[in-house]
């Protein structure tokens, strides 16, 4: 009988193996390597201003073609220290130099280093889902 359950196990786990996914490929597969869709990007207009408090600004340009990936930022390009000087781009705040301990270092923290989770460019684009949003300013009168 053990025999029998043996074999219908050993059975069963190359079914298995069999219908497991195959991972193929190599890193420049993933999804960092691919790009991003673009839809209508607006022109360059300028400081967008937020519609809630503590919002993180909005990218006022086209971000087409820069890259922020774990070895390069282009976002670095204007707006670091240094060369939002010469080029009139916003510079970095002072936040974006401290770790989440509060310490302040020379260069940006790498935990603002991915510029895109949070600042995001606009597009003219139909919502998905529909809604009533009002900011801060509309609620206020302002």
């Known amino acids: 009988m053990r025999k029998y359950l043996a074999l219908t196990l050993v059975a069963m786990a190359g079914f298995v193996m069999a219908e497991a996914p195959k991972l193929s490929g190599s890193i420049?597969?993933?999804?960092?390597?691919?790009?991003?869709?673009?839809?209508?990007?607006?022109?360059?207009?300028?400081?967008?201003?937020?519609?809630?408090?503590?919002?993180?600004?909005?990218v006022p340009h086209s971000?087409?073609?820069?890259?922020?990936?774990?070895?390069?930022?282009?976002?670095?390009?204007?707006?670091?220290?240094?060369?939002?000087?010469t080029t009139?781009?916003?510079?970095l705040p002072p936040s974006h130099f401290m770790d989440r301990d509060g310490n302040v270092h020379e260069n940006e923290s790498p935990s603002r280093y991915f510029?895109?989770?949070?600042?995001?460019?606009?597009?003219?684009?139909n919502p998905i889902v529909q809604n009533k949003f009002e900011s801060v300013r509309q609620t206020q009168g302002k």
Not at 28 to 40: C, K, L, M, Q, R
Not at 63 to 84: D, F, T, Y
Not at 115 to 125: A, D, E, G, K, M
């Open 63 to 85: 971000i087409r073609g820069l890259q922020v990936s774990k070895n390069v930022n282009h976002c670095l390009g204007c707006h670091a220290i240094e060369p939002s000087k």
């Open 28 to 58: 420049d597969d993933t999804t960092e390597s691919v790009a991003p869709g673009f839809y209508n990007p607006q022109k360059d207009t300028g400081n967008i201003p937020t519609t809630f408090p503590f919002q993180p600004p909005l």
């Open 115 to 125: 510029c895109l989770q949070c600042h995001v460019q606009q597009t003219n684009v």
């Open 88 to 91: 009139g781009a916003t510079r």
